[in-house]
């Protein structure tokens, strides 16, 4: 499933590098004159290994704001998302006994410290971005036997890393990213110590 969205992703670059090369070709370098740019995005998020026998697919909004530092390679990012699953046969919260339940909801809310590599410059830009920084899970069963246990919710460090594109149109920019999320987590919903989940998002950078 991971290959089948960073697949995706570079399927979305080659097709906008081929609209665009001619253009990009004769065109100079549209690197933003502004100090910080500002992205909003929205798009699927997809549960891996152990987190899929927990978590449906869900979606996923992303705002960020980044730094950029003219000839410098690299770019600063502080993101912002928020996740949202439905539960697969809800068992367990908080390592607690089994509780019955018809359905349930997990979300998963970050602020990242990201860096951001662009790979190529131009009006089409290839990037790979990583960091790390705080993730709070939350997790909540309905209909549950017992009202204890019904709702748990924790802050956790995670790390993130994946890949991504923009399109420059006009003044603003097109981005299509895939990243993998993993947050180190306490056994509860999943028997695991780690949640991991693969975001893909598209959007907007002004």
Not at 32 to 45: C, K, R, W
Not at 84 to 98: C, E, I, M, Y
């Amino acid at each position: 499933m991971l290959r089948l969205f960073v697949l995706a992703v570079a399927l979305f670059a080659l097709s906008s590098a081929v609209t665009v090369s001619s253009a990009s070709a004769q065109a100079p370098s549209m690197e933003s004159n502004h100090l910080i740019s500002v992205g909003l995005g929205g798009g699927v998020s997809v549960p891996v290994s152990d987190a899929k026998d927990a978590f449906k697919n869900g979606f996923n909004g992303q705002g960020f704001v980044k730094l950029n530092l003219g000839g410098l390679p690299i770019s600063p990012r502080l993101d912002f998302t928020f996740q949202s699953f439905d539960l697969k046969n809800a068992q367990t919260v908080g390592g607690g006994p089994v509780l019955p339940s018809t359905s349930g909801t997990g979300t998963v809310l970050a602020g990242v410290a990201n860096l951001q590599f662009p790979l190529m410059r131009g009006r089409f830009q290839p990037y790979l971005v990583a960091g790390l920084g705080a993730y709070n899970v939350k997790t909540k069963l309905d209909d549950t036997a017992s009202a204890e246990g019904a709702e748990t919710s924790e802050t956790k460090f995670g790390i993130n890393g994946g890949a991504g594109a923009t399109l420059q149109i006009a003044m603003f920019k097109l981005y299509a990213e895939g990243r993998v999320d993993n947050v180190y987590t306490d056994k509860g919903v999943i028997d695991q110590k780690s949640i991991q989940v693969v975001p893909v998002t598209f959007g907007i950078v002004y």
